[in-house]
């Protein structure tokens, strides 16, 4: 019998063995999905017979010697905005529900070169912005702590269907999809760093700048959060990491520099349908994006020259540091009727800054509530330095044991 | 149908907004805002006399929507307006005091303008990395 949680390392480590069947594993999942997916609503379409397809494929070619990585008769679930090559692509969306791609997006062509099974697409936020909604042709994912809960966005989907942070997949994934796609004229053309091989590394020495007034005083995070923080602030330190409190910009003017460049793009790409067919989207994400409509030529100019500022502000803080570490979230994820349609304006985004800078940043479990909710702070790095992310990321988790606790009640 | 009146709202968050950065002009007595722009004036103003609209009414909100060709449910429509201080308050935070020089997206930035770090970092990558590659006839 599979068991019901392994990491992509495990078992990717066990197909390489032979010790495991990618068709078994797909089955199990395939089973699993059926068991739950009915509370969670993580998946919005299971390919099913497409996966034991390509599981029966992966490995025929595996057992004949062929073995790709570790990636290799994985199953896999892919976020709803992903291209897939003759699957429904809809962004969780009516306006989208037929569009039906001709190719695969290059991250997925990688991740099925590199052997990974498609399990089906996963719900997001509606074109990754509008949720959580229940307008939509498909319900919002939810919470496997806490089925009356939001999962936090826009991989909503993903969210519910993973539940677990676990840096070592992490870096599996990313070394599958990293690299130059020259379709893409905004992919840097640089080499791939062997991400899995910076996890082996200590993370002692690590020089971490601690952005506090993020969660202190610009959007307030509730006491177990900072509790967690700073749990895990001693823990780093504990790894022989040095780490000292560091001050930048307001997070307000990151939220808004990040906002108004992400309402403008999104607008632009949307004015047409929004025109012609603006009740076909979901309540949440029309009226953000007719706020969009009130944003000028200047503001739009404007934030991109603040954007500018900030990236040389974070670039110059973190000039003897190696990494950031502040809030990913305010508190455990709230209910869903906690969340209003005009959230992301209300409070200023903690994950935002680095969306702006482009910064490598990873959200990582520091604990729980008493309720038992997970908690997360984030990791931030250099421009393109995610082997150090990655590094102090994996350190963090094997110094704790918050990565062995899953998901209970109310699921079977 | 017109939208119901309503009065922008702040947040803690997003203070200090407009409010404090672009009061109503009081030289003149009356708001810019009439004919949909202030005038601002304030020390503590990051842009110094920015002209940037502010407070817009319901009615300007809508007039902005059906401009934008956007046919908003009525329902929808007072919500939407309630929400336009939002962008007003993000839209006063992106003003600064810059040079035009200070364009968006400079990989060469002007002479005299600081340098931006991180792009200037990763000239220095390529540059190095293009520059390693080259064989001696080539260099």
């Known amino acids: 019998m599979v068991p019901d ?15 495991l069947s990618p068709v078994e594993l797909t089955q199990s999942r395939l089973a699993r999905i059926e068991r739950l997916d009915g509370q969670l609503h993580s998946f919005i379409r299971v390919l099913g017979d497409q ?7 992966a490995e025929a070619e595996i057992m ?17 905005i992903y291209e897939t090559k003759r699957v429904p692509t809809t962004g969780h969306s009516k306006v989208m529900i037929d569009h039906v791609p001709q190719a695969d997006a290059t991250s997925v062509r990688r991740l099925t070169e590199a052997g990974a099974i498609m399990l089906g697409k996963l719900a997001t936020h509606e074109f990754a912005f509008g949720g959580p909604s229940f307008d939509l042709p498909w319900p919002p994912a939810r919470n496997p702590w806490d089925t009356t809960r939001f999962t ?3 991989s909503s989907g993903t969210g519910a269907a993973v539940a677990a942070g676990l840096v070592q997949d992490c870096a599996i994934l990313l070394q599958a999809m990293a690299g130059h796609d020259p379709a893409d004229p905004a992919s840097a053309d ?19 700048g601690l952005i506090r007034h993020f969660y202190e005083t610009d959007n307030q995070a509730n006491e177990a959060t900072r509790q967690g923080i700073a749990s895990a602030v001693k823990v780093f330190e504990d790894l022989g990491c040095s780490v000292r409190e560091l001050r930048v910009s307001p997070l307000a003017d990151w939220a808004a520099c990040g906002i108004v460049i992400m309402l403008s793009e999104a607008y632009a790409i949307h004015e047409v349908t929004l025109r012609e067919r603006f009740v076909d989207y979901g309540e ?3 009226d953000r994006m007719a706020l969009a409509a009130l944003i000028t030529g200047a503001d739009y100019v404007q934030a991109m020259r603040l954007r500018r500022e900030l990236m040389t502000e974070l670039a110059k803080a973190m000039t003897d540091l190696d990494l950031v570490i502040t809030a990913a979230a305010p508190s455990e994820a709230p209910t ?30 520091c604990g729980y509530t008493e309720a038992g909710l997970p908690l997360a702070f984030q990791l931030v790095g250099k421009p393109f330095d995610e082997p150090t992310v990655l590094k102090a990321a994996h350190a963090y988790e094997h110094a704790t044991s918050w990565r062995a606790i899953r998901p209970r009640a109310p699921l079977p | 149908m017109a939208i119901a009146s309503a009065e922008p709202k702040l947040t803690p968050y997003f203070a200090p907004s407009m409010r404090t950065l672009y009061p109503r002009h009081p030289f003149i007595g009356f708001s810019f805002a ?3 722009f202030t005038v601002s004036e304030t020390l503590e103003d990051k842009g110094e006399h920015i002209v940037k609209t502010q407070g817009m009414t319901a009615a300007e909100v809508e007039a902005a929507l059906a401009r934008a060709g956007l046919k908003i449910p009525e329902r929808e429509k007072p919500e939407i307006a309630a929400a336009a201080h939002f962008i007003e308050e993000m839209a006063a935070r992106l003003r600064r005091k810059r040079t035009m020089a200070a364009e968006p997206a400079h990989i060469f930035p002007p002479p005299g303008e600081p340098p931006n770090a991180v792009i200037q970092a990763d000239l220095r990558e390529t540059t190095k990395r293009v520059l390693g590659s080259l064989t001696a006839r080539e260099e």
């Open chain 1, 284 to 286: 949440a994400f029309r």
């Open chain 1, 336 to 365: 869903f009727d906690a969340v209003s349609k005009f959230a992301i304006f209300e409070r200023p985004s903690l994950t935002m800054p680095f969306n702006v800078t482009g910064s490598p940043a990873m959200s990582v479990c």
């Open chain 1, 51 to 57: 996966a034991l397809a390509a599981a029966r494929e």
């Open chain 1, 5 to 19: 949680f392994l990491t992509i390392a495990e078992a990717g480590a066990l197909i390489a063995k032979r010790d």
């Open chain 1, 64 to 80: 004949a010697g062929r073995w790709r990585g570790p990636l290799h008769g994985i199953p896999i679930g892919l976020k709803d």
């Open chain 1, 152 to 154: 936090g966005g826009s």
């Open chain 1, 190 to 208: 640089r080499p791939v760093p062997d991400y899995r091989a910076s996890l082996a590394r200590e993370a002692k020495g690590l020089r971490i």
């Open chain 2, 34 to 36: 009439t004919f949909g």
